[in-house]
């Protein structure tokens, strides 16, 4: 693999759990659907290299869709 390859798979791995974070955030209310995908950003948060990065990145996700004010 090239190293521009390495990049795009290591950025897209470290994106999973912001994105998995993101949508447990959106999905607000829905409990089962929630701590779902709130596992699955832990556990391949838990796979990234430097270890607190990952469950950063899966709380900065969460942080970043999770409603500020329900109506």
């Not at 693999?1 to 897209?12: F, Q």
């Amino acid at each position: 693999m090239t190293s521009g390859a390495v990049a795009l798979v290591r950025a897209s791995f470290w994106a999973l759990p912001l994105v998995l974070g993101y949508l447990a955030g959106r999905s607000w209310g829905r409990a089962r659907l929630v701590v779902g995908l709130l596992l699955a950003a832990l556990v391949l948060g838990a796979a990234i290299k430097p270890l607190p990065l990952g469950w950063a990145l899966g709380a900065l996700g969460f942080a970043l869709g999770a409603p500020l004010k329900r109506r």
